[in-house]
């Protein structure tokens, strides 16, 4: 007998199977795997969720809140924050971050579900910021922070995929603070 749940908890329930399944199997799990992992009927999982792609919107927010919440900016409040380490330990991070969860990241960031609904912040607004505020401390030269960002933030993405598919992490991670150094380096 299925216990009586509040909308919210029966909700966090698909959320979770979901998560679960997305981690474990990746970007083929459907709905009837959902459903069948969360003990709930298919049209309970479609008053919640209308469409497959808003569960998988859900999930996508959910862990980008998570990677926030995990790896917050440091403001200079406390004192001064050395900039170009700050770009450097939210690379490894993300790569740390992308390792842990390469099933559902896989499905959230790099499937069709990613082309047709894309995160309109995949990460680049926040390296901007670092950039930004590295720059107003004269930590980094003048370059625009918006395209800078983009592009560094491909390079960390390609770094996850590298590690993922057996790359050796020292020679990828050496590579990769090398190129967010050159990148970022004060105008000599």
Do not use: C
């Amino acid at each position: 007998m299925r216990r009586r749940l509040s909308p919210e908890a029966r909700k966090l329930e698909i959320v979770e199977a979901a998560e679960r399944l997305l981690q474990a199997k990746g970007a083929g799990v459907r709905v009837e795997d959902v459903v069948r992992e969360a003990g709930v009927a298919k049209g309970t999982f479609f008053l919640y969720f209308p469409t497959w792609d808003d569960l998988l919107v859900t999930l996508r927010d959910r862990l980008v809140a998570e990677f926030d919440a995990a790896y917050p900016l440091p403001t200079e409040v406390d004192g001064p924050v050395d900039w170009p380490a700050v770009v450097a330990w939210q690379a490894r991070a993300f790569l740390d971050f992308a390792a842990a969860r390469q099933g559902i990241g896989q499905a959230l960031f790099h499937s069709d579900f990613a082309e047709h609904r894309p995160l309109a912040d995949n990460g680049a607004a926040r390296i901007a910021a670092v950039i930004r505020a590295g720059q107003e401390a004269e930590a980094f030269g003048p370059v625009d922070p918006e395209p800078t960002a983009r592009l560094l933030f491909a390079a960390i993405d390609d770094a996850a995929r590298a590690l993922a598919a057996g790359a050796e992490r020292a020679a990828t991670m050496a590579a990769l603070d090398e190129l967010l150094r050159r990148a970022l380096a004060p105008a000599a």
